[in-house]
């Protein structure tokens, strides 16, 4: 097709064509189809990292599991569609769909409403992670999944980038792994030649040392932000993408006293500190993230593990009964924000002004006779708090850069 001028497809403004599609006998008209198509350039590069329509940006992500919550994992449209709009106005521009293929209706939210999409499909290739996972069809089935996901999918614009696995256990091998990662890349290549192609990498200096990482065209490490140095360094390709970053734990409208910054904060309750200071042992605060996002020019993004709590995986109560579901969430379950929407929001989104309080003030009985934390976020570079009129001080952020950001401490 030639198109001339066309109006060019992003998340600020998602702007579709239809192609209508016939097919013909006799001078007449057997079949029709209506398809959406969106005009836009995608490239990734030493120079100028993540481009979109010809342009550097920072993809501001966020990870979303396949269910829909409390609606499981029946396709909703109306709730794809709450979603969307649910992180667009938090300021995110790309959701990662970890680790499932997605369905023609939420790419068809995501073209419309402007996301960008990383399609992800598998979450272990040969060597098992369970005993009935994928590894049991994948050389049979890796080829033909990869297949119909691009052919599916190759269309929408909103995607932007494929993933052909998530902390894959083939990283360390030199061989097999290896050979894997450029035969499933190399299809994807050869279906859509107009797309980079990632995974997220867990194991850093396995994939480093096999030559795993250097075989793609996007180095993507999920968490590991002290190696990112080390990860830039070591390949070709001069941009690191934070494939899977944060793994901030926390529950909605529940403050721990005392205040604790904590990797290992667990409690007779079964909930989390929604202050925002709890983390797990392999990852981190989000402050680490945006601080490699600002200093370093050479990362290219992030995908927020995760922008939605979702069911199972509900670490640190793993043998915690009735803990079903995650705590990563930026929102809970539900959809509804945690504290931590307004801190992501503070940062990523550029139209709109946050100002945050937390904690909320219907807490409740225990925080009569105590010091309570307050957090707030903001955009602004200074507020003052306020309680029953009276100036609580003011505070003001400090924006200079960390010259040890993304390296071994």
């Given at each position: ?171 360390w091998d030199k061989n097999a792994g290896v050979e894997w990662a450029k035969r499933l890349q190399d299809l994807c290549h050869k279906l859509d030649p107009t797309r980079p192609v990632t995974q997220g990498m867990d194991r850093v200096d396995n ?11 996007v180095v993507g490490l999920n968490y590991r932000t002290h190696k990112y140095d080390a990860a830039y360094k070591k390949t070709s390709k001069g941009f690191i993408l934070g494939s899977e970053t944060a793994s901030t734990v926390s529950s909605r ?157």
């Open positions: 097709l030639t198109m001339s001028k066309p109006l060019l497809w992003s998340p600020e403004s998602p702007t579709l064509y239809k192609v209508r599609s016939r097919l013909m006998k006799n001078n007449k008209v057997v079949d029709e189809t209506i398809t959406n198509l969106g005009v836009r350039t995608v490239s990734v590069s030493r120079e100028g990292g993540f481009m979109l329509n010809g342009v550097s940006r920072k993809i501001q992500g966020v990870c979303l599991h396949h269910d829909l919550g409390p609606l499981g994992a029946a396709i909703n449209k109306a709730a794809l569609i709450r979603q969307v709009k649910l992180m667009k106005e938090m300021g995110c521009d790309a959701i990662r769909t970890s680790h499932n293929m997605p369905s023609t209706m939420q790419m068809d939210v995501c073209d419309s409403l402007g996301m960008m999409v990383m399609a992800e499909s598998f979450d272990m290739w040969i060597y098992p992670k369970c005993k009935n996972g994928y590894a049991r069809f994948f050389k049979e089935w890796a080829e033909k999944d990869i297949t119909n996901l691009v052919l599916n999918h190759r269309n929408h614009p909103s995607i932007v980038m494929w993933s052909i696995g998530n902390e894959i256990p083939e990283q994939a480093l040392n096999s030559g795993f990482a250097e075989v793609m065209d409208g529940v403050y721990k006293l005392p205040y604790k910054t904590t990797n290992h904060g667990v409690y007779g309750d079964g909930q989390c500190s929604s202050y925002d200071n709890e983390w797990c042992s392999w990852s981190n605060l989000p402050d680490v993230d945006f601080e490699n996002m600002d200093d370093l020019s050479w990362t290219i993004g992030q995908f927020v593990w995760t922008g939605i709590d979702y069911l199972g995986e509900p670490t640190p109560y793993d043998l915690y009964w009735p803990s079903r579901s995650s705590y990563f969430g930026i929102c809970d379950l539900a959809g509804l924000p945690k504290d931590r929407y307004y801190l992501y929001r503070s940062v990523w989104n550029k139209d709109s002004h946050t100002l945050h309080i937390a904690p909320h003030w219907s807490w409740g009985k225990e925080m009569v006779g105590k010091t309570v934390p307050v957090q707030v976020y903001t955009d602004f570079d200074e507020a003052e708090l306020f309680i029953n009129g009276k100036s609580q001080g003011k505070r003001k952020k400090d924006n200079t850069p960390n010259p040890n950001a993304g390296q071994d401490s």
